[in-house]
């Protein structure tokens, strides 16, 4: 069975965007996206909201008029690799391969995906996220903390969610940016 990630990269007052929806203050590292880059390579399906999916697209063809280093490059050919589900109401089609469109978030789903996945599964974006977590779908957060206070935006938890963690694993990387890995447990 595949376990399912949500896995995000946060300010320190744990906000995945500003109150202007913004991810400007991520700023990519070499040593940093390498190890998002480990993970991600376990994983065969990414499940995204909408916002989320529109800003991860940029990965199908737009990065390829950019000067990227080696990093980013092989996320791409990951992200391009994976299946992608993503959940909309409003999304008319995908503007990537590999890609489906569901209009609503069915846990039942989500539970046969996880049973018949030969690869991982990550989900992407906090309010598709709060759905699995809040339906014990979710078995693994792995949260990339950045050293900035945003202030406000959307958070990577939603309010009123209880949960008990074990912490797997955590790592600190030169440029402040710190990984925790928690399981889940039920």
Same mark, same amino acid.
Not at 28 to 53: A, D, H, Q, T, V
Not at 54 to 64: F, L, R, S
């Given at each position: 069975?595949?376990?399912?990630?949500?896995?995000?990269?946060?300010?320190?007052?744990?906000?995945?965007?500003?109150?202007?929806?913004?991810?400007?203050?991520?700023?990519?590292?070499?040593?940093?996206?390498?190890?998002?880059?480990?993970?991600?390579?376990?994983?065969?399906?990414?499940?995204?909201?909408?916002?989320?999916?529109?800003?991860?697209?940029?990965?199908?063809?737009?990065?390829? @008029?950019?000067?990227?280093?080696?990093?980013? *490059?092989?996320?791409?050919? $990951?992200?391009?690799?994976?299946?992608? &589900? #993503?959940?909309?109401?409003?999304?008319?089609?995908?503007?990537?391969?590999?890609?489906?469109?569901?209009?609503?978030?069915?846990?039942?789903?989500?539970?046969?995906?996880?049973?018949?996945?030969?690869?991982?599964?990550?989900?992407?974006?906090?309010?598709? @996220?709060?759905?699995?977590?809040?339906?014990? *779908?979710?078995?693994?957060? $792995?949260?990339?903390?950045?050293?900035? &206070? #945003?202030?406000?935006?959307?958070?990577?938890?939603?309010?009123?969610?209880?949960?008990?963690?074990?912490?797997?694993?955590?790592?600190?990387?030169?440029?402040?940016?710190?990984?925790?890995?928690?399981?889940?447990?039920?």
């Amino acid at each position: 069975m595949a376990k399912l990630i949500y896995l995000m990269n946060t300010s320190l007052d744990t906000y995945v965007e500003d109150e202007h929806g913004s991810f400007g203050w991520i700023a990519p590292n070499k040593e940093w996206n390498s190890y998002i880059n480990e993970i991600c390579s376990s994983c065969g399906i990414f499940l995204y909201g909408r916002r989320m999916y529109e800003a991860m697209v940029y990965w199908e063809t737009e990065y390829a @008029a950019h000067n990227h280093q080696d990093f980013h *490059l092989d996320f791409a050919k $990951q992200w391009q690799a994976a299946e992608k &589900i #993503v959940y909309s109401r409003t999304l008319a089609e995908p503007r990537s391969v590999r890609t489906r469109i569901e209009r609503e978030f069915d846990t039942d789903e989500v539970r046969r995906l996880k049973v018949n996945a030969e690869r991982d599964m990550t989900i992407q974006g906090p309010e598709i @996220a709060a759905q699995a977590l809040r339906a014990g *779908l979710v078995d693994e957060i $792995q949260i990339f903390v950045l050293p900035v &206070i #945003v202030g406000g935006g959307k958070q990577f938890f939603p309010d009123g969610l209880h949960l008990n963690l074990e912490l797997v694993e955590e790592r600190a990387f030169r440029n402040g940016v710190v990984a925790v890995r928690y399981a889940v447990c039920n």
